[in-house]
């Protein structure tokens, strides 16, 4: 049987060319999507300044299971005991703050590239002095060799340095050069009691050097008993997280994306794998029936088409293995350029992704070949004869329960987006899917759609296209199998396109607006120097023409509430600029008493929170610390910018850089082109200051809420652009079976030009029913969303989103039926006839 296999596939080697391409493509697919999770579920980086420290002690980056935004610090006593753990040579202190080396009065390098930290921790990149000495006191620092270069400095000269938000004079006691293969962002090293006073008395991590008694796994054992719950131990490629605080907090975007996109991506894979096999058997049943007539029993039939399968199935998978981990790459390399996660993050596709690929692939074909290939295999040999002209058998009591089973689970996905889920990054989790399997079971019913369609479509087809169109219809009827097999891909190929990018040009529209709305500002001031210092605001808000001004800091935290933690967007502000910056509604109690130990949220949170004013509010900050301020004020509830407002005095010393590194601006009314010459004045005083339009805001924003648009299209591209392909592979395979169809037609009396006239009627019929059904489809996924986001049925969004997707699908439509049309009826229609 295996033999008759391969001469089978050896001779009909076009037949098979769908099926092998929608089984390879949808591999690669599933495994550079496997990929793309693993990355997110290990989510390691290889150590850069900390690469020659074996060990690394660290803060713990989660709070109750969630990941933390900033960085969590250590307690300082943690160094003596790590040091007196048996089996450490010794354990140095890591800190690191902004610290940004001036050239001419301007920052050498780009925003958050260059870092201070204390000279005993150059040993753990490891760096060396290659000129002059470490730094002794405080008005001395060692600049890397690199930096050094730039800014055209050499030990004993002076160089200017922003630290805290000050520019300050330092002696450059010595210049070191970076040794091993890594390549750490260039550094600033200072005596290590001014980097400990700098980064505010705690300390970012401690490197551990063992002293070779025992293994690394062993002294990390022991460094894990000694700090106990205190603070996490890092080994491997694992370090690299200490240098990366807030990264975790990516890995949420990154699992969320990867499960989305690759529950979507299965679906449609062994969907297409399916139908496009199974429309391969369907051509063949003709074959099959001469077997049975011969003396091939049902079995037979039934090992030599799993023969096939398999044949199919291991070469496919066994060829898209690589081509699956360069997509993967490629899908991260995406996520990296955009920002989405950090470029340290090193990208994992180990078996587990290979193994799922090929377990998809080869379960949607073994599928196909069972319900398929035991139809053809029982039929009995003259049926089959008098069937394989043209197919009219198609339903079965288990397909319409498999359509079912889909329809159901969309409009429950549908129902639950709209009635249950709240607006936040896991709405597409339940919203994008459900078109998914919309479609799918609207194409598993689609030659009974097709045929009630097609009978409503009668009468203007005939008013409008003469012969060609009766001709169409005609085939239509007698052949609505055929038809509805070209109808199925389109139509996924419309619904899927559809309602993801329309969910996406919501997200994009809906983000935009609402912050635009409620940031009042007309100007941003931003710093890439580390901040500002305390003092800048309050000249800005001296600045002849300005009615407000206020600092602002933005992080994420949670809120310990009666029923468990509750993510929060935070945001800090000053009090003497609040209801002038942003437009804020209080409800009860004053925004002007926003100071120190205190907080202001929406009404509706605050019933959810179970607070009102002058109570405290449990909360942890973005780097962990338990916080219980006092609500001061309740404002109007706006779901659209859910956030908690704090000082900005309170928020910004648990962020990364420490100070607020953005100052809102509001003029006078007619003052706004005087203040801006004013403010573009003070910021060349305020080395590493931009002046920007507020709504400059609202892209940084973007950044923060929504899963970068980049990345979504792009792997929106993907699955699009594998339904293409079997659409393509579907109307090809189905052209290519009825060219001696066209033969005979021209042996009748109909020229050419008639031909191609009933198949452009054809594709028109085509397209129509798929796209009312793929956007039938597609409002399971943009109806619930745009309720969510934007409360409308509608989505925002250009038509020419629709009209783009719709004018592709007719391209492919045409494409795919004219072209090996043509080609097809360059041989003499006898012949055409006498080879079929």
């Given at each position: 049987m295996w033999r008759l296999a391969l001469r089978t596939l050896k001779f009909r080697r076009a037949s098979f060319v769908a099926t092998f391409l929608a089984m390879f493509l949808g591999a690669a697919i599933v495994i550079g999507c496997g990929g793309l999770m693993e990355t997110g579920v290990r989510m390691a980086a290889e150590p850069q300044r900390l690469d020659g420290a074996p060990i690394v002690v660290t803060g713990e980056q989660t709070y109750d299971g969630a990941a933390l935004s900033e960085r969590h610090r250590i307690d300082p006593d943690l160094l003596g005991e790590v040091t007196r753990t048996e089996g450490v040579s010794e354990a140095v202190a890591d800190v690191s703050f902004p610290a940004t080396v001036l050239g001419d009065g301007k920052p050498?390098?780009?925003?958050?590239?260059?870092?201070?930290?204390?000279?005993?921790?150059?040993?753990?990149?490891?760096?060396?002095?290659?000129?002059?000495g470490s730094p002794a006191t405080g008005g001395e620092v060692v600049l890397d060799a690199e930096l050094a270069d730039r800014a055209g400095v050499r030990a004993g000269s002076s160089v200017d340095i922003v630290v805290n938000g000050a520019t300050e004079r330092f002696r450059v006691s010595g210049i070191a050069e970076q040794g091993g293969d890594r390549n750490s962002d260039a550094a600033v090293f200072f005596s290590d009691s001014t980097a400990r006073s700098l980064a505010g008395g705690k300390i970012d991590s401690i490197g551990v050097l063992p002293d070779g008694r025992a293994g690394t796994a062993a002294v990390a054992d022991a460094v894990r008993s000694a700090v106990g719950e205190r603070a996490e131990v890092l080994t491997g490629e694992q370090r690299g997280l200490?240098?990366?605080?807030?990264?975790?907090?990516?890995?949420?975007?990154?699992?969320?994306?990867?499960?989305?996109?690759?529950?979507?991506?299965?679906?449609?894979?062994?969907?297409?794998?399916?139908?496009?096999?199974?429309?391969?058997?369907?051509?063949r049943a003709r074959e099959m029936a001469l077997l049975r007539a011969v003396g091939s029993t049902p079995r037979q039939l039934r090992r030599m088409i799993l023969s096939e399968t398999a044949v199919l199935s291991a070469a496919s998978v066994l060829l898209a293995l690589w081509p699956g981990y360069l997509l993967g790459r490629m899908l991260f390399a995406?996520?990296?350029?955009?920002?989405?996660?950090?470029?340290?993050?090193?990208?994992?596709?180990?078996?587990?992704?290979?193994?799922?690929?090929a377990v998809v692939t080869v379960l949607a074909a073994a599928g196909a070949t069972r319900f398929a290939g035991r139809r053809a295999a029982r039929t009995e040999p003259v049926a089959a004869l008098a069937e394989g002209?043209?197919?009219?058998?198609?339903?079965?009591?288990?397909?319409?329960?498999?359509?079912?089973?889909?329809?159901?689970?969309?409009?429950?996905?549908?129902?639950?987006?709209?009635?249950?889920?709240?607006?936040?990054?896991?709405?597409?989790?339940?919203?994008?899917?459900?078109?998914?399997?919309?479609?799918?079971?609207?194409?598993?019913?689609?030659?009974?759609?097709?045929?009630?369609?097609?009978?409503?479509?009668?009468?203007?087809?005939?008013?409008?296209?003469?012969?060609p169109g009766q001709l169409a219809l005609r085939n239509a009827s007698t052949a609505g199998v055929r038809m509805a097999g070209a109808v199925a891909p389109i139509l996924l190929l419309v619904g899927i396109a559809?309602?993801?990018?329309?969910?996406?040009?919501?997200?994009?529209?809906?983000?935009?607006?609402?912050?635009?709305?409620?940031?009042?500002?007309?100007?941003?001031?931003?710093?890439?120097?580390?901040?500002?210092?305390?003092?800048?605001?309050?000249?800005?808000?001296?600045?002849?023409?300005?009615?407000?001004?206020?600092?602002?800091?933005?992080?994420?935290?949670?809120?310990?509430?009666?029923?468990?933690?509750v993510d929060a967007e935070l945001r800090g502000v000053s009090a003497d600029g609040v209801r002038q910056i942003l437009d804020l509604r209080p409800v009860a109690g004053s925004l002007g008493d926003l100071r120190d130990d205190t907080v202001a949220l929406s009404d509706k949170k605050a019933e959810e929170y179970g607070v009102s004013v002058g109570d405290r509010l449990p909360m942890h900050l973005g780097d962990g610390t338990a916080v219980r301020p006092t609500v001061v004020a309740l404002y109007a509830d706006n779901p659209k910018q859910p956030y908690l407002t704090l000082p900005s005095k309170t928020l910004a010393p648990h962020t990364g850089d420490e100070l607020a590194d953005q100052i809102l601006v509001r003029s006078d009314a007619?003052?706004?082109?005087?203040?801006?010459?004013?403010?573009a004045s003070l910021a060349r005083t305020l080395p590493g200051t931009e002046l920007d339009d507020a709504s400059s805001l609202a892209g940084r924003n973007n950044q923060i809420q929504q899963i970068l648009i980049a990345a979504n299209y792009t792997i929106v591209a993907m699955i699009v652009g594998y339904a293409a392909i079997t659409v393509v592979n579907t109307l090809v395979a189905v052209t290519r079976k009825r060219r001696a169809e066209f033969g005979l037609q021209q042996l009748t009396g109909a020229t050419r030009r008639q031909v191609l006239d009933m198949l452009t009627v054809e594709g028109v019929l085509i397209a129509v029913i798929a796209t009312v059904l793929g956007t039938l489809a597609s409002a399971t996924t943009i109806v619930p969303y745009s309720m969510v986001k934007a409360d409308s049925y509608l989505p925002s969004g250009s038509i020419g989103i629709y009209l783009a997707i719709v004018g592709g699908s007719l391209a492919l439509v045409f494409g795919a039926t004219l072209l090996p049309a043509m080609r097809g009826m360059r041989t003499p229609a006898i012949e055409t006839v006498k080879a079929a």
């Open positions: 050498l390098t780009d925003e958050d590239a260059s870092f201070g930290q204390g000279w005993a921790s150059a040993r753990l990149t490891p760096y060396t002095l290659a000129a002059g200490a240098e990366l605080p807030g990264t975790l907090a990516s890995q949420r975007t990154v699992v969320i994306l990867a499960a989305i996109f690759g529950s979507s991506v299965v679906l449609i894979v062994m969907f297409g794998v399916a139908s496009t096999l199974g429309l391969s058997l369907q051509q995406v996520l990296t350029s955009s920002g989405v996660v950090s470029s340290e993050i090193v990208y994992h596709a180990g078996w587990m992704p290979m193994a799922v690929g002209a043209v197919a009219t058998q198609w339903f079965s009591r288990t397909r319409l329960l498999i359509a079912l089973f889909f329809l159901a689970n969309g409009l429950g996905l549908a129902i639950a987006t709209a009635t249950v889920m709240e607006d936040g990054p896991t709405l597409a989790s339940t919203a994008g899917p459900a078109s998914v399997l919309f479609c799918i079971g609207l194409a598993l019913l689609a030659p009974g759609i097709t045929k009630v369609m097609v009978a409503l479509l009668r009468p203007p087809v005939r008013a409008f296209s003469g012969i559809t309602g993801t990018l329309y969910m996406q040009s919501t997200e994009n529209e809906v983000s935009r607006s609402s912050y635009d709305q409620n940031v009042l500002a007309d100007y941003v001031l931003d710093s890439s120097t580390g901040g500002f210092a305390p003092g800048v605001v309050d000249r800005v808000r001296d600045t002849p023409g300005v009615s407000a001004a206020s600092e602002f800091v933005t992080s994420r935290g949670f809120v310990d509430a009666p029923d468990g933690r007619g003052a706004s082109e005087r203040v801006q010459t004013e403010l």
